[in-house]
């Protein structure tokens, strides 16, 4: 749990210094000046809709990560060997990024025939990359690394399958951007949830970045355990 | 603070306000049932929450029938008992308990408190309830289907629960955990509602420091739900992997009744780090918005400014952030590595500094102030004294070689009970007596609620005041049958039905509620906008029960902390938060620091 | 005014339940009397806290109640008495933490010189396993566990000949004398409780867990089940004898070794 132990406390000290600049330690029964606050938050609902929810996300996958590593101690832990597609998967994720970056850039222009191009591109690379996912699952299986057969197996396909949901999850959304484009809705509108495609799509990349890398590698974490015990000893 | 001449605007032209993606509905349907009003799903939280709670309730009877006068009712077998159990536990602490606080009080009053229209994702916050809905049927379903529900306790812990020992093996467990996952996807829509509305939607003028502690509780809560549900539903995901496809997360190679399980290495207690990862802030989820709530309702009947605003602010925080690192107190004697025993004792016993900050708060706030003793009063009063109860008995069992004997007897029991099943509940009880004129437009009767009150305090407290002391002794929790123990005397069989009598009587005294909400809804007093001359915004809307859109054409602004209880100088004892007031009068009497 | 008086009630009604209840921990047959000072020093804290928070309630309740012309004092915070009260509660947590990890320390500090045991607990029901003349205990894995192999003790291991194997029967122990305690399980989470003994800690399937104890009194006490376990849970029951030392000698002598078992199986 010390992954997660680790995310909170980030967690923690931005909320922290967050409550702190909105005036945690002022007297709030001698304010008895009018407000001062503007009547339009400085960030979009929808904008900060979506950190939390990315931060709820995190949160989840680092708790994917802390079972990880707990359970690769175990004697029985055979990691598995990767396929070779899982790299090619991971350059189509960052080119799906990418896109949708171009995507963003175009619509704070406000070329419209450009952001239809990123959004098109950009969810069709998704969408192989989500294939090739699939495909790297069936080389697995067909090489005899099944669910049952040991646990480093289970973690790898119930990681892929979180990390692809998702995908998947942010493939509606792009849809819906597309949907506004085609019915040509305000270009503050399409900026928006351009942007927010934008944004979380680099979180899913990020994400599969840090989740490859330990099912590639497989580090061992027991020194990070060690660390943590060694007060004690 | 800028100072704006105060007195010019009282609230904000129409014209001011961003354009909020409010739905307006077309038809009853939309209005009442699949509504994106928060009023409304607050109110649906409410009722199924309350519906299923009561399920919940009469297995408690059933259990306390078995253990009270065992062997009375033949069908509650030891499989049956534990299935009751079971349920009895996890509807109480999820389906009831979180839904009401947050899904239900958070719904109705965050919105109100804060002077917005409504939540920032009305159409999230509507498919947040039907997940939940959802949720609850396959729970439910679980009763009907072959085997029964699953019998493995709460806390539902591998490998037990998925063996064919253990009740339920076969479809109970698995609609729990899928339940559960539902749930959590329900509330994290939910609960990302609650949050950005806190962070987004206030009213000009309503800094952080201006929002009632209702608001600080809910939030607080909704934050660590946000936080801590992954862990369970990460848990879930993998028993039912464990469960369905045979993988090998929390199974260890074991032999299940004379046969070798083709399980190997797997480990129980990688579950119970992710369960109390979720389950310890889940206690402190259910207890905030308590701690909040019962916070404005001393406020507001004592006629007196919540002692220490600030403070009390800085303990829901800190409590919230240190409820993270104190869930393995629940593992003390479950195999871990025992050193961690010095950390999370140490964690533990210093959560109880802000909460006792807490107490010290809201007694000081009845000192020297105008104590109304209405039936939301009598509530809070009652969840102090529980609250007080149960928190020091956590004393005890915080207290790592304390916890030794006292684990997994009768006393952790009564503990978790008196702490966070009767305080929440008598809260949830005071919320309710308090906001129903704002939600209904009447009061509920008063004679019914004081019945109500002194039956379900005093029977809660004497049902599990004693059973403290039947752990003290050694009595196991979670035993069907007690049967012959030499160290028990027979005594305790009488306090044992005596306990049961007292739980049926209480339990009867929740029909005189429930009872009391339907006929309040039509012979209630009329109630009027502000019942209880209370300050803050939820009490100020134009109409009452307030209409889609909370404020009519245009919105409060906040011009004062949520407190402003018998301001010396102030012509009534109360000045709500949208009145602006000259400033001179407040600066000079304001300052008793 | 009544408000008050129930209040006032349930304080002494409390306190004169705990005085008068006889319902009261079992007397001890270890040496974790530390842990039984640390709940009286634990009860005299709370007691006296929860006296006093409800007492006070009780008492604002009475003179604060509200009379036509009262007003409340209007008083937003008071930091002297705010950090007192947070420097008093923090000693007084101080007061029942510091004990107690000082008693935890010992009681995950296992004496040198303790004779090993092993207690397996299944589905439903309790073996022992005691060393024999050699004082090691053998390997043991749930793979090798048949009927006539109940804890699955490793039939290679030299080690395990001599151990003595007690199934579903009693399990003697010597008084006077350290014991520690390893813990396994073949199933399911159980937990070896004897309220007498005071100390108990869950087993687990696929690893050891441990305790150590010393008795300090003979006598016969019941074992139970803490950690629930099935259907069986509450039936889950055995006893252990405290006995001395030639006593226990005798009935070991008794006892058949694994090696003896393993031929009789076949």
Redesign the interface.
Known sequence: ?IF??LF?AA??VI?GIW?FR????????????????????P?P?AR??LR??I??AT??LV??VS?YS??ME????RPPPQPGLLWVNTGVLIVSSLALQWARSAAGRGDIQAVQDGLVFGGTSAIVFLLGQLMAWREMANAGYL??SN?AN?FFY?ITAAHALHVLGGLVALARAGMWLRRGAAIGRLRLSVDLCTTYWHFLLVAWLVLFSLLAFAPSFSWLYAIC?AP?R | ?????????EV?PAS???EAELYHPHSWLTKYVFSQDAKIIGIQYTVTALAIGTVALVLSWLMRVQLGFPGVLSFIDPATYYQFITMHGMIMVVYLLTAVLLGGFGNYLIPLMLGARDM??PYANMLSYWTYLLAVVVLVASFFAPGGPTGAGWTLYPPQAILSGTPGQDWGIILMLVSLMLFIIGF?MG??NY??TV????????????MPLTVWGIFTAT?MA??AF??L???A??ML?DRL?????FMPALVELGQLR?H????PI?WQ??FW?FGHPEVYIVALPAFGIVSDLISVHARR?IFG??MM??AI?AIG?LS??VWAHHMYVSGM?P?FG?FFATTTLIIAIPTAIKVYNWLLTLWRGDIHLTVPMLFALGFIVTFVNGGLTGLFLGNVVVDVPLSDTLFVVAHFHMVMGVAPILVIFGGIYHWYPKVTGRMLNEGMGRIHFWVTFLGAYAIFFPMHYLGLLGVPRRYHDLGEMAFVPPSTATLNAFISLVAFVVGFAQIVFLFNLFWSLRRGREAGSNPWNATTLEWQTPETPPGHGNWGKE?P?????A??YSVPGAARDYVPQNE??P?PT??AT??AT | MVVALIMVLVVVGSVAFHLVSPWWWTPIASNWHYIDNTITITFWITGFVFAAVVLFMAYCVYRFRHRPGLRAMYE??NKRLESWLTVVTAVGVAAMLAPGLFVWSQFVTVPPGSSEIEIVGQQWRWSYRLPGPDGRLGLSDVRYVTADNPLGLNPDDPNGRDDVVIDNDDLHLPIGKPVKVRLRSIDVLHDFYVPEFRAKMDMIPGSVTYFWFTPTRTGTFEVLCAEMCGTGHSVMRSRVLVETEVEHRAWLSQQRAFAELEVSGR
């Open positions: 749990m997660t132990l909170l967690v923690a909320a409550l909105q005036g945690l330690t002022s007297k709030p029964w001698l304010e008895s000046a009018a407000p001062a606050m503007a009547s339009a938050p960030v609902a900060m809709g939390v929810f931060t709820v949160g989840f708790l994917l079972a707990i359970r175990m004697a029985d832990w669910l049952t646990p289970a119930i015990t004690f | 603070m800028s100072s704006a001449a105060p007195g010019v605007q904000i001011d306000v961003a920032v994702f994290t609960g990302l949050v950005v962070l987004q939607a206030r009213t000009r003028g309503m800094t952080l420091m201006r934050v946000l936080l992954p862990a539903f990460v848990g995901v993998m992997f496809l045979g993988t090998s997360f083709e190997g290495g797997g480990s990688l780090h992710l990862f400014n605003y600030r602010v800085w925080v952030a993270f690192v590595h050193y010095f919105l602004v906040v011009y004062r902390w407190y402003d602006p007031m400033a407040r600066a304001g300052q | 937003p915070e």
